[in-house]
């Protein structure tokens, strides 16, 4: 299966990050912003937390010599002033501007979870995007509930991985019962910008769930960062997929087979995945992927299809 649903309706030339910006090489949540806003169109309000992407991160977003609006939020309230800030422009008169979260996992998955969650529950008209680069990348590669399973992070002891498994954010939102959610990555842009151009075209409480390679936390070569988001999707690590109403689960991409072992063992961060305990990674991979071909409705004889 292919991406499917709407194509994408234009493939735009613009560019709103001003080099020169503060992102490191490589830089999965760079990709997801550029190729974000070229979806979404210079009409938006960001309101971000600190983090890889912050304001003082990219220092200028702009579009033709205009600054793209951004707001500064404490770690936790990004949905809560995206929110505030969409009530505002509505009571103006202003239904067309979007109101964008963009917060990584950190600000996501973990100390502003509360207000995701309240805003999800309240179907506030926003869209809150979370880059996952699976660690509070931009103070130093701390662990987060994104990080996976039995990966080094310095604020693990030495020898000792998480033993914890990454959070089900999307699982957790499509509970939500919220009009659209997505997961995407940087390796498939085309797939990227359609799903943000679907988003725009939908009211209520969107969430969108960016997958961004970080070099330096996981430990790789940065030229990789597009090789290693293209496999996490097709070592089914990280499926391609769409949930509307909470119900309505949508894979959009066929993973090619590949074993997740290609995925991990270009990354320092997976150094005590031993051979024993990747086939309990692969065993949990297959499993996770299964429940979602349950979840989007394929028979076994789809399933097969879809291996």
């Given at each position: 299966m292919t991406t499917i649903d709407v194509p994408l309706k234009y493939t735009s030339t613009d560019e709103y990050i001003k080099p020169p910006h503060g992102f490191c090489p490589g830089c999965g949540a760079a990709l997801a912003i550029r190729y974000f806003l070229k979806a979404i169109g210079d009409k938006v309000i960001l309101v971000m937390p600190p983090g890889c992407t912050a304001p003082s991160v990219i220092r200028a977003l702009e579009h033709n010599g205009?600054?793209?609006?951004?707001?500064?939020?404490?770690?936790?309230?990004?949905?809560?002033?995206?929110?505030?800030?969409?009530?505002?422009?509505?009571?103006?008169?202003?239904?067309?501007?979007?109101?964008?979260?963009?917060?990584?996992?950190?600000?996501?998955?973990?100390?502003g979870f509360s207000a995701v969650s309240a805003a999800a529950e309240r179907n506030d008209d926003i869209i809150y995007v979370c880059y996952d680069n699976e660690a509070y990348q931009n103070t130093g590669n701390q662990r987060s509930s994104a990080s996976p399973w039995r990966t080094i992070n310095t604020t693990n002891p030495p020898g000792a991985p998480k033993m914890e498994f990454k959070k089900?954010?999307?699982?957790?939102?499509?509970?939500?019962?919220?009009?659209?959610?997505?997961?995407?990555?940087?390796?498939?842009?085309?797939?990227?910008?359609?799903?943000?151009?679907?988003?725009?075209?939908?009211?209520?409480?969107?969430?969108?769930?960016?997958?961004?390679?970080?070099?330096?936390?996981?430990?790789?070569?940065?030229?990789?960062?597009?090789?290693?988001?293209?496999?996490?999707?097709?070592?089914?690590?990280?499926?391609?997929?769409?949930?509307?109403?909470?119900?309505?689960?949508?894979?959009n991409r066929q993973p090619k087979g590949i074993p997740p072992s290609k995925y991990t063992r270009p990354q320092q961060r997976f150094q005590y995945l031993t051979d024993e305990f990747l086939l309990e990674f692969e065993r949990m991979t297959e499993q996770r992927w299964k429940r979602l071909l349950f979840l989007a409705g394929y028979k076994k004889k789809d399933a097969k299809r879809l291996r």
């Open positions: 205009e600054p793209i609006d951004t707001v500064g939020s404490p770690f936790g309230n990004v949905a809560f002033i995206a929110a505030g800030i969409k009530s505002g422009l509505i009571a103006k008169g202003d239904t067309e501007t979007q109101v964008i979260g963009w917060a990584g996992d950190g600000a996501t998955f973990d100390i089900d954010i999307m699982t957790i939102m499509a509970a939500h019962v919220i009009p659209y959610a997505a997961t995407a990555t940087v390796g498939f842009p085309d797939d990227l910008m359609r799903k943000a151009q679907k988003a725009k075209s939908i009211k209520g409480f969107r969430f969108l769930h960016i997958l961004t390679p970080c070099p330096s936390g996981w430990g790789f070569p940065s030229h990789l960062t597009l090789e290693l988001s293209r496999l996490a999707v097709d070592t089914k690590v990280f499926p391609l997929f769409e949930v509307e109403d909470g119900v309505n689960f949508v894979i």
